[in-house]
């Protein structure tokens, strides 16, 4: 007659190994260690889409690179009037996905020093706001506010964009986070199916 208690054990013992193993796959890794919890990044070059020229609050020369790519999510597809709307709420609920990268030294036309930060955002964006007043200026009060707030400074809301110019200096590789990776794998379904024949065979004894 089988011991009860070594049944369990064995059991246990198999389910144990089960989970600790995929079949034919090598080490299932069910709880990935901290280095995969990290971020995960893609790194993004982005074409030139505008350039506009403005002013810190102490008179410095700034330029804004607005460039764009396709592997920038857009915002939600909204009309004029639906902007309008939404603006004339208290709390406007409305988000444009962009990239602002570190400032970096350039040289004007002229040959002075100045700063140039680079804003990212969707192509599909981008042509809207080439091709809608309203929506243009909405950005750039958005844009403005990224770059005060990220970086600390106060910023002229009177801007020229450059006509003969799409971005001043080389526009630098952006990094886009991208979704995490869930703490817990699902077990596969040959290890699943192994554990149901292994319960099946455990009950029958």
């Known amino acids: 007659m089988t011991d009860k208690t070594l049944l369990h054990a064995e059991e246990d013992s198999f389910l144990q190994q089960l989970l ?50 396709s592997q920038m999510p857009s915002p939600k597809d909204i009309t004029e009037e639906e902007l309008v709307q939404l603006l004339d709420d208290e709390v406007p609920d409305y988000r444009i996905p962009m990239s602002i990268g570190e400032p970096h030294a350039e040289l004007d036309k002229s040959g002075k020093g100045c700063t140039a930060y680079d804003v990212m955002i969707s192509d599909e964006f981008m042509a809207k706001i ?8 909405f950005f750039m009060s958005v844009l403005y506010e990224g770059l005060e707030n990220k970086f600390g400074i106060m910023l002229e809301r009177n801007w020229t964009q450059l006509k ?42």
């Open 20 to 69: 600790l193993n995929s079949p034919g796959s090598g080490e299932m890794n069910l709880f990935p260690d901290q280095t995969e919890d990290k971020p995960q990044f893609t790194i993004v070059k982005p074409e030139p889409g505008v350039c506009v020229k403005t002013k810190d609050n102490k008179g410095e020369k700034i330029f804004v690179n607005i460039c764009k790519t």
């Open 130 to 137: 080439i091709k809608s007043n309203i929506f243009h200026g």
């Open 164 to 205: 003969n110019r799409k971005c001043l200096g080389n526009l630098h590789e952006h990094h886009i986070r991208a979704k995490s990776k869930p703490r817990i794998l699902e077990m596969s379904q040959e290890a699943a199916a192994a554990v149901d024949e292994k319960a099946d065979k455990v009950s029958d004894i």
